[in-house]
Every structure is written in C-alpha cells, then in structure tokens.
C-alpha cells in the first residue's frame, strides 16, 4: 500500500470518528493537525532495512506540533496514528510527562476511540518497574516490618539506617502491620500490585523497600514469577497496539527492549516541552563519598557467592573494595581541601551547599583518585557480573534451589547499582576537552555537594551533560524513524527555535514544524492586567511587600475560582503570613493539604458559590485543568525565571559565554517564555471561559524581552494598570 492511501485511510478514520461522536464540534485546528500526523506516519520507512542488498535507505520522518488549548490533540494524534498502526502491522508507543495524562489517555480517550474505530486495538500503560511490589520483598517483611535476614537489610537505604534505628516502637509495630496487610490484600485479589492504585499511596521510605527493581530481579527464575505483578503487566504490553509511556520511562529503557522497537513503531511524545528536562535528569548521574559501607557489605557478599559458585573473577574483589574505600576517602579529603571554605560558609537552611566546577575543569589533584576509582569500580562489576552469570546458570540447572538462588542474586542486586553509578560519575567527571579541541567543546556540569545528617558530614559528586539537544540526538532519535512531537507550549517569542534545539532536532531534515492555534477567541475571552509595582522586581524584599499588597487588594475581589502562582516558596510564605484573618479561611496553600485532596476541597467551594484562591507553585502552573468557574482569575506574581543557582544551568550558561553567545537572550528568556505560557495557559480552559490574568512583574511590559514573552502569550486584551 502506498503512503498515499495510508495517510488517507487514516485520515477518513479520523473523519470517522468526528463524526460518530455525539455532541462533537468539528475543528479545523484539530483536522489540520490529524492530516499532519497521519502525512508524518505514513512516510516513515518501518523495520529492519538491508542497505548492502540494494534496499533504499530508511526514510524518518518528524513532527513538531504545537497544538493550542481546546485544539483536541489527543484525538488528533490518537485516530490517524491508530488507524495507520493497524494497517502497517505495527504499535503506537504514545509518551507522556505526567500521570494525569497517562491516566486519561488510558482509563478515557483510548477506551472511547476503541468503541468508534471499526478495527479493534489493544491499548495498555507502561509504568516503571519501581511503581510495582516485589512479591518476594513483601513476604520477606510482611513478618517483621523490618528486614529479617542479614542479606536483608540493603532493602532500606544505608542512609535510613539512623532513622531506623530511633523509630518508636509503636512505628515499627505500624509497619509491620502496614506491610503484613498490603500481602495479605494482594494474595487474596484485592490489591493489583500498582501503588498508585491503593488509596492512599504510601511515602517513599515505605513503599521502596517492597518495590520492584531490575537489579535484584531474576525473572523467571524468581520463585514468585507466576505471582509477579510487574510481569503481568509486561505481558499486557506484548498484546497491545497501543502502548502510554512516560518519558522517563522511554529515556530509561532506551536498548532495554521494554517497550517497542522505535525503528519499527509510531512514536508520539505529548507534553514534549518536558523532553528535553527529562533527558537531562535521566543522564546526569552522582555518588555519596562519605557513606561508604555498603562496599564492604558488598565484597563479602560477592566473596561469599562467588566461592559457592566457584568463579574465579572473585580474586581480586577484595583489592577493587579495599581501592574503592580509600580512594573515596581520599576524595572526600581533597573535596573539602579545595572547596570546604566554600561549602561550609552557605546558609543550610534551603537545602545542602552546592560548589560547581567552573568550564568543568577539575583541579589537578582530583584527576587521579578519580580515575583510579573508576578503574577499580570497572573490576569490580566485571567481577559482580562473572557471579550473576554463575547464578543464572544454576538457577537453569537447579530449579528446585530458586528460592535460595534468587535471595543471593538480590543480595548482590541490591548494593550493585550504587557500584554502577559510583562508576558513571567517575566517567562523566572524567570528561574533559580532548587535546587540541577548540572552543566549541562542550564540558559537561560538574559540582560537589555538602550537606549534614545528624553528626554525620555527607559530600557528593556530581555530574551531568549541558546540551540536552546532544543527548537526544544520540541516545533516541538515532533510533527513530517516525515520530510526533506535541505540546501546547512548544514554540517561545513566536518560534520554534528554542524548542528544536532543546530537543536535538535543529537542523534535522526530517523534522517539520506546524502551529496550530487554539480555538478559544482570547480578546473576547479574557483581559491580561499588566499590574505594575514600584519598587524593581530585582530588588526582593521591596518588590514582594509592595506584590503581596497589591494581590491581597486583588484576591478580595474574587468570586468564585482562583489561582495564584509564586516562584519561590519564601514568595509564597510572606503572601500567607500577609493574609488577614478574614481572608484565611478562602486560600487553599499547596502542600498544606495532598493535592487532590486540595483541588477536591477547591471544587466544593466554588459549586456551593464560595470563593476558593489556590496558592501554588510551579507543579500547579501546568496540567491543571480547572475550567469555568473554578479559575476565573489567574494570577502570576513574578516573571517565573528559573532559579538562578542551578548548576547545571550555570555550566551551560558560562559555555554560552565562553563562545561569545549570549544565554539571557539564547537560553532565559525562551524557558521563560514557555513555562509563561503555561502558567497563563491555566486561565481560559473551554470556549465559554471568561477569566482574566494578572502579572505583577513590570519586566513584561518595560524590556525589551518582555516584550519577547508577550509575543508566546495568547491574544487577550492587554490592560496596563498603575501601582496602587
């Protein structure tokens, strides 16, 4: 079949679905944006391709959309990548940022679209291993609350050990309860395994000695196998045309041949303003030099194991824990010798000190232990993976030892990847400008860490890649061949640029841009108040007193819904504190309540005709959806820059400079202008919304690169107002 008539067909099932939906208006926005995706999908070469046989070389294909509030986007990708699915033979690998829209896609707007689509499909969500229980895990402390056996104990991290320690007998006794009645819930049914589907989802000291992970997993060797919830669900995936992701899940498994092949499936990323953040987190990587136990725990585990199984590599493990140990000593030393003044003189009140590298240029006497420890990790984990091999093996020849196969295998697992990545940081803080390199290379972040835990002094290394655009180019879309890139926030001032390099996608000829605008009749609709201030939004102190007046004045006005965005947690604080008496009872402050607890609260209120004002932070300026009446005024205190200490943006922004860019301009500004646009996204949600913005930062109307983040806002009537 022709590319042609694939992208046709798909559109006519698109077209289909339109207009077998009850009630449904027709769009031409979301129609435009059906055509592109079904064009994109259908002229991407799929599978294996023999290039020495004479075979074409395969054709990728890209595109970028953003689609603006109220387009219908999901059904816009949704139909023509489905229907073009089933005629290629192939699956949809849909990714998402956020669990709010894996959960719609899934318990929703694929269940609707399977009962209008005449071809049936599949469709199943693909969580990390972590979000599922570790049967065996479970049963090992549902008993105890605690771990039982010495091999155990790694089931908490070594860093709560203190904290166990001095827990009150009577919380013990709570957690013993807690785990013994998740088992019994889960043997008898009543429970799939999935916490985020028990009522109340327990914290992570709870949940993460219980949850499942891939490093003390033996698989169908595992005794629980035929019991494993993790599995059950991996083999849902294997029958699905349709499989909902979550970017941290699609970077992770990259080569893991957990989810489908991305050479020979359609790939849609939504909420893909996220990726390149995602991509960033996914690939910086850190180790704790002072808490160094657990190498000692695991040698002689390794030691113990591996003389069971007879493996030879075990000789030299007791030389690589011995290095290991005194080589991180001796980092630590060197760390606090060189930047200990620093690290010591910051305020520890918001978190621990931070130093950074600066170019990413090691001081001299750091160069050496560091390549020593990644040479003793290297021998050390190819010792690790000779005894995993030798247990494996057993495990195949003695099926009636599984049981006591797999609490070995999880007993190395379970230290192993802190080895891991005791040896990827070493690399990455080994990566320097090869010789003769020019200016243009590009070093990663490198920063050091101290922070106190008790009497205890902790100091970490850290490190991370700048360019998430490099990071994605190599490590996925050398990998895809046809893709869907979606947002309602993808272009910044105006253009895609910003987005495209973030991305790894600028200059890529695959890759194609296409605008959609939002249905919504924004100057009808709604009023941006520009509010201005006297004092400098620079300058803190004068400018958050004179704010918090001037939003208390506004705030008292409201009627129904409204929200309120702070970019900084102290912002908010002195907002709160501000409040008068009678106004208290009205405001509803994140974290003070769990959040759907918070926005359960704030739908009562408004439907009983109360005023309810939400206070939050950067998580509620994206993803909530509160049409109507329960936001009718949005209202941004600051220009949300982003927080001026992160180290990874330093590097990148003292690289920029380096090579004569300018990374107010190049790099600020666009994040700016896309997490802006998101948060006034919050205001007009249908089109019968009337709701009005208001910015108290006189930036947005007095620079010249405000009036850049203007020009990404939708269209509402501009209002300047004078301070009060």
């Known amino acids: 079949m022709s590319q042609q008539v694939w992208a046709a067909q798909a559109l006519e099932?698109?077209?289909?679905?339109?207009?077998?939906?009850?009630?449904?208006?027709?769009?031409?926005?979301?129609?435009?944006?059906?055509?592109?995706?079904?064009?994109?999908?259908?002229s991407a070469t799929l599978g294996k391709v023999d290039e020495e046989s004479g075979e074409a070389a395969p054709t990728r294909s890209i595109a970028v959309i953003q689609a603006g509030t109220g387009v219908g986007k999901s059904l816009a990708y949704c139909a023509p990548a489905i229907a073009l699915a089933l005629s290629r033979g192939t699956r949809v690998l849909i990714s998402t940022a956020t669990v709010a829209l894996q959960e719609q896609l899934v318990n929703k707007d694929l269940p609707a679209l399977a009962a209008l689509l005449p071809q049936p499909f599949k469709f199943a969500l693909a969580k990390g291993r972590g979000r599922y229980v570790c049967k065996l895990k479970l049963d090992r402390l549902a008993g105890t609350g605690e771990a039982e056996e010495e091999g155990d104990d790694d089931l908490f991290a070594e860093e709560e050990a203190a904290a166990r320690a001095k827990r009150p007998r009577h919380e013990t006794e709570a957690r013993i309860q807690f785990y013994s009645t998740m088992a019994q819930t889960l043997s008898k049914g009543g429970w799939d395994g999935d916490r985020d589907s028990l009522d109340t989802p327990p914290e992570p000291e709870v949940w993460s000695p219980v949850a499942a992970e891939g490093a003390s997993c033996t698989g169908k060797h595992c005794p629980a196998f035929s019991q494993c919830t993790y599995y059950d669900k991996r083999k849902e995936l294997v029958g699905?045309?349709?499989?909902?992701?979550?970017?941290?899940?699609?970077?992770?498994?990259?080569?893991?041949?957990?989810?489908?092949?991305?050479?020979?499936?359609?790939?849609?990323?939504?909420?893909?303003?996220?990726?390149?953040?995602?991509?960033?987190?996914?690939?910086?990587?850190?180790?704790?030099?002072?808490?160094?136990?657990?190498?000692?725990?695991?040698?002689?585990?390794?030691?113990?194991?591996?003389?069971?199984?007879?493996?030879?590599?075990?000789?030299?493990?007791?030389?690589?824990?011995?290095?290991?140990?005194?080589?991180?000593?001796?980092?630590?030393?060197?760390?606090?010798?060189?930047?200990?003044?620093?690290?010591?003189?910051?305020?520890?009140?918001?978190?621990?000190?931070?130093?950074?590298?600066?170019?990413?240029?090691?001081?001299?006497?750091?160069?050496?232990?560091?390549?020593?420890l990644a040479a003793s990790a290297d021998g050390f984990l190819e010792a690790l993976r000779a005894i995993s091999k030798a247990l494996r093996a057993e495990m195949r020849d003695k099926p009636e030892e599984a049981k006591r196969l797999s609490t070995?295998?999880?007993?190395?697992?379970?230290?192993?990847?802190?080895?891991?990545?005791?040896?990827?940081?070493?690399?990455?803080?080994?990566?320097?400008?090869?010789?003769?390199?020019?200016?243009?290379?590009?070093?990663?972040?490198?920063?050091?860490?101290?922070?106190?835990?008790?009497?205890?002094?902790?100091?970490?290394?850290?490190?991370?890649?700048?360019?998430?655009?490099t990071t994605l180019r190599n490590h996925l879309w050398s990998a895809v061949r046809g893709a869907v890139l979606t947002s309602a926030t993808l272009t910044s001032c105006g253009n895609f640029d910003f987005f495209l390099r973030e991305a790894g996608l600028h200059g890529d000829e695959s890759a194609t841009t296409l605008e959609v605008a939002s249905p919504f009749n924004y100057a009808a609709q709604g009023t941006l108040i520009a509010a201005e201030t006297r004092a400098d939004p620079k300058n803190a102190a004068q400018f958050t007193a004179e704010m918090v007046d001037a939003l208390l004045h506004d705030i008292a006005r409201v009627e129904y819904g409204a929200l309120v965005l702070f970019t900084s947690r102290e912002q908010m604080r002195q907002a709160v504190d501000a409040l008068p008496t009678a106004m208290r009872s009205v405001v509803l402050v994140q974290n003070a309540l769990p959040r759907t607890q918070l926005l359960k609260r704030h739908r009562e209120r408004v439907e009983n005709g109360e005023p309810s004002v939400i206070f939050g932070m950067q998580s509620f300026g994206e993803g909530l959806d509160l049409p109507g009446r329960l936001c009718e005024s949005v209202f941004i205190t600051k220009l949300p820059f982003a927080p001026p200490d992160d180290p990874v943006g330093e590097a990148r922004a003292e690289w920029l400079r380096?090579?004569?860019?300018?990374?107010?301009?190049?790099?600020?500004?666009?994040?700016?202008?896309?997490?802006?646009?998101?948060?006034?996204?919050?205001?007009?949600?249908?089109?019968?919304?009337?709701?009005?913005?208001?910015?108290?930062?006189?930036?947005?109307?007095?620079?010249?690169?405000?009036?850049?983040?203007?020009?990404?806002?939708?269209?509402?009537?501009?209002?300047?107002?004078?301070?009060?």
């Open 408 to 469: 070995l295998y999880a007993q190395i697992g379970m230290l192993a990847p802190r080895l891991e990545e005791l040896h990827a940081t070493a690399q990455l803080l080994l990566q320097d400008a090869p010789q003769g390199a020019d200016r243009s290379f590009v070093p990663a972040a490198k920063w050091f860490t101290l922070e106190v835990d008790g009497d205890f002094i902790v100091v970490k290394a850290h490190a991370s890649p700048i360019l998430p655009g």
């Open 240 to 372: 699905a045309q349709v499989i909902v992701a979550n970017h941290d899940l699609l970077l992770s498994s990259l080569g893991a041949r957990v989810l489908p092949e991305l050479d020979n499936c359609l790939l849609v990323l939504d909420e893909a303003h996220h990726l390149p953040a995602t991509a960033l987190d996914q690939f910086a990587c850190s180790m704790d030099l002072s808490r160094i136990t657990w190498i000692e725990r695991l040698s002689s585990r390794g030691l113990r194991i591996g003389a069971l199984l007879e493996v030879e590599e075990i000789a030299d493990i007791p030389k690589h824990s011995a290095q290991l140990r005194q080589t991180l000593q001796d980092l630590a030393r060197i760390v606090m010798d060189v930047y200990g003044a620093q690290l010591k003189s910051q305020p520890s009140a918001w978190g621990p000190a931070r130093v950074r590298v600066p170019r990413g240029e090691l001081p001299e006497q750091l160069v050496a232990p560091l390549g020593l």
């Open 13 to 42: 099932s698109f077209d289909a679905v339109v207009s077998a939906t009850e009630g449904f208006r027709s769009r031409a926005g979301q129609r435009l944006m059906a055509e592109q995706v079904a064009r994109t999908f259908s």
């Open 658 to 724: 380096a090579v004569g860019r300018d990374p107010f301009s190049e790099l600020v500004v666009p994040a700016t202008a896309i997490r802006l646009a998101q948060w006034v996204g919050r205001a007009i949600r249908t089109e019968e919304d009337q709701a009005h913005v208001y910015c108290y930062d006189k930036r947005l109307t007095r620079t010249s690169y405000g009036q850049r983040l203007l020009k990404g806002l939708p269209p509402f009537a501009l209002e300047q107002r004078a301070p009060l």
